[in-house]
């Protein structure tokens, strides 16, 4: 280990000597890592990339500094840096650490220690793990393939382990980074028309934010998937046969809202059926495409049954994605998935398919149904069959539409409709 080299590496990423990058503030998720980091769990950020999760490291290690911390009771590491090569193995990490040791200026305090990309070292969380039990230092870690949360380090971690997932940038946060800053109803009220207009261009090309605000939206776009197909499913699936990788992922890409069953695509695309299960785990441990399972009033989750599928972000729906029939519809679609899996996680959000319809999404909540979402453009009574099925369960359903809101009465019973854009603005 070339120790001025680790040193010059982590100068550079660091608060000890200069500030670093803050971007916009994503308050919920400082928030979140600040209530948890001083009680001895260790963090994992995880979600797919360019979320922005380092960028949400260095805010919440730029509060803590606001705070009074020392700067140099903080460590940053982003193993993606080429000068950290040399850090291979555990030891190489427990190297560094003694290396950070030496340089931390105030000798009695607890260092934070925030390990990025941490994946790439096997083993790790052994080191982390070691610091925890000890009460030696306090620990983040971030990736962005589930590879950070396997099985084997769940294990290992059991007990002392949060996990926290970014996702691109809600519409709120959307909004913030516009610099549109809304505080109650007559907010929203007074600014209608601006919102509607971001609404749209959201909508469009989605909320990575590395994207919002920039003019090349398309191209950031295109080199953004390229990047995830790359570096977070071929090298790490080390998948040779490239060509079908590309075309399974574009395949799920282009069909967001629709029931997918493996054989079919298999049958379809021409991949043999194991090859279609391995690269499709692939895609969902990058954190690029989701699978829903039907769940039934009752709870049974049918997971032998079609999923639905959807990916990490509208915008890579509508530019990656094959526009043929493009189909707003299903954006609007995949939209609310994504917000639905913000506010209530993705273990908890599933579709109903009934004898008669479908509806899009059914939320559980412990025991329990919470409540159902029909998605749709517009309003149109073929999408009552399934929200008929619910109601007899009394299940609170919701329509959410591109820009209708009214009462409707189905069966006896009144039904809101909703503008989706005012129900992104409202919290659950
Ligand atoms: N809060 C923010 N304010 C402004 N820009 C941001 C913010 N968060 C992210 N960005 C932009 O998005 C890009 C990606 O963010 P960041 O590097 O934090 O993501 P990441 O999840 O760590 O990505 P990777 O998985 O590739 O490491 C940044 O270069 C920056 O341009
Ligand atoms: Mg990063």
């Known amino acids: ?13 660091n608060f000890w000597y200069k500030d670093q990058f803050t971007g916009y503030l994503r308050e919920d998720y400082v928030k979140e890592i600040l209530s948890i980091i001083n009680s001895w769990y260790i963090t994992s950020v995880l979600g797919v990339k360019r979320a922005g999760k380092s960028t949400i490291l260095n805010q919440v290690a730029k509060k803590m500094i606001e705070s009074g911390i020392d700067p140099f009771d903080i460590l940053i590491v982003n193993f993606e840096d080429g000068r950290l090569a040399s850090v291979q ?38 080191f ?91 191209q950031l776009l295109s080199s953004l998937y390229e990047d995830i197909i790359v570096r977070d499913v071929i090298t790490p699936c080390k998948i040779k046969e490239v060509d079908k990788l590309r075309l399974l992922s574009l ?23 194991r090859t279609v299960q391995r690269f499709t785990q692939c895609l969902i441990r990058a954190n690029l495409i989701y699978f829903v399972n039907p769940l039934s009033p009752n709870l049974s989750v049918m997971t032998r049954a079609e999923k639905k599928v959807y990916v990490v972000d509208q915008g890579l729906a509508n530019i990656i994605g094959y526009r043929l029939n493009s189909n707003l519809g299903s954006l609007l679609e995949n939209l609310v998935f994504v917000e639905l899996v913000r506010r209530y996680g993705e273990e908890n959000v599933f579709y109903y398919r009934g004898k008669r319809g479908e509806v ?7 025991d329990s149904v919470k409540e159902a979402y029909q998605v749709t453009y517009y309003l149109n009574e073929r999408e009552y069959k399934g929200v008929e099925e619910l109601l007899k369960w009394n299940i609170p359903v919701k329509f959410l539409t591109f820009d209708e809101e009214r009462e409707i009465n189905i069966k006896g019973k009144n039904i809101n409709v909703l503008k989706v854009w005012k129900w992104l603005l409202n919290n659950k």
């Open 1 to 13: 280990m070339n120790r001025e080299l680790i040193l010059k590496a982590l100068i550079d990423w």
């Open 89 to 126: 193995n555990v030891e190489d990490l427990f190297r560094l650490y003694e290396i950070y040791l030496e340089i931390k200026r105030k000798k009695d305090s607890k260092p934070y220690i925030f390990l990025d990309e941490i994946q790439r070292i096997n083993g790790w969380e052994g």
């Open 128 to 218: 982390a793990r070691s610091l925890i039990d000890r009460k030696e230092a306090f620990v983040i870690v971030s990736g962005s393939t589930s590879d950070l949360i396997s099985d084997n380090i769940r294990k290992k971690l059991a007990g002392r382990h949060v996990v926290i997932r970014v996702y691109p940038l809600s519409f709120k946060e959307y909004l913030n980074f516009k610099g549109l800053n809304l505080h109650n109803e007559v907010d929203i009220i007074a600014r209608e028309s601006e919102i509607k207009s971001y609404f749209n261009e959201y909508l469009t090309y989605g909320g990575f934010p590395g994207i919002v605000n920039s003019n090349v939206k398309e």
């Open 251 to 273: 395949y799920y890409i282009s069909n967001v809202g629709n029931r997918v069953r493996l054989r079919n695509v298999s049958r379809q695309l021409q991949i043999p059926l």
């Open 360 to 366: 899009d999404f059914v939320i559980k909540e412990k």
